[in-house]
Each structure stands twice: as structure tokens, then as C-alpha cells.
Nanobody, 123 residues
């Protein structure tokens, strides 16, 4: 069963950085397309960035392009989301998921979501 553990969130001020981690148990992350999602209070969950299993290619949503970077460490079986120049609008719970394909559609194939990690950007 696919299980993710997201970590690295916290409370930061605007302009600061965080690096989120997505660790997997029971399977090898590099074999799958992996996406980061976020859900802000009162809003639908949205795709943020993804990385392809095939060639390591990435896609990042326009809302965070130039500030967020996804990467993968196969030795640690972990996918990261480096978030720079954080803005209050980035406040959300962040989740990772497997995707059918890494593209702007962010169509996931999870049966259930992990607990996510809370990111709060506030002065």
C-alpha cells in the first residue's frame, strides 16, 4: 500500500524559505510520477509541482514558478519541494501523491491522502 509522509512545514515570514520532504514507505518513489499538492482553507486542493519517473522532467504551476523547485533523492527515497520567496498566499497544507503522468493536469491515482504538512506564511 502506498503511503506518504510529508514533513518540513512550519510558520515563516513572507520572503523566507522552506524545504518540504515527501518520504515513501513500501515502494520506490523513483518508479512513479510524484506530485506536490496544496489545499488552503476553504479552497480546493491544487497541484503545485511534479516530477516524472521516466526522465526526471518537472512541471511547476504558474502560481509558484520561479519560486518553488521539486527534486528527488533516489538514495533517500524522498521527493523535496524547495519553496523560496514565500508569500501569505502559499499558506496551505501540502501533500504529495502519485500521478498518472506529470503534467499540468495533476491527475493523481491515490486512494487516500497522507496527513500533509502545514505551511503558514505570516508576518
Amino acid at each position: 500500500q502506498v503511503q506518504f509522509v510529508e514533513s518540513g512545514g512550519g510558520l515563516v515570514q513572507p520572503g523566507e524559505s522552506l524545504r518540504l520532504s515527501c518520504a515513501a514507505s513500501g515502494f520506490t518513489l523513483s518508479y512513479y510520477n510524484i506530485g506536490w499538492f496544496r489545499q488552503a482553507p476553504g479552497k480546493e486542493r491544487e497541484g503545485v509541482s511534479c516530477i516524472s519517473s521516466r526522465d526526471g522532467g518537472t512541471y511547476t504551476a504558474d502560481s509558484v514558478a520561479g519560486r518553488f523547485t521539486i527534486s528527488r533523492d533516489n538514495a533517500k527515497n524522498t521527493v523535496y519541494l524547495q519553496m523560496n520567496s514565500l508569500e501569505p498566499e502559499d499558506t496551505a497544507v501540502y501533500y504529495c501523491a502519485t500521478l498518472f503522468i506529470c503534467n499540468f493536469r495533476f491527475v493523481h491515482n491515490l486512494n487516500s491522502w497522507g496527513q500533509g504538512t502545514q505551511v503558514t506564511v505570516s508576518s
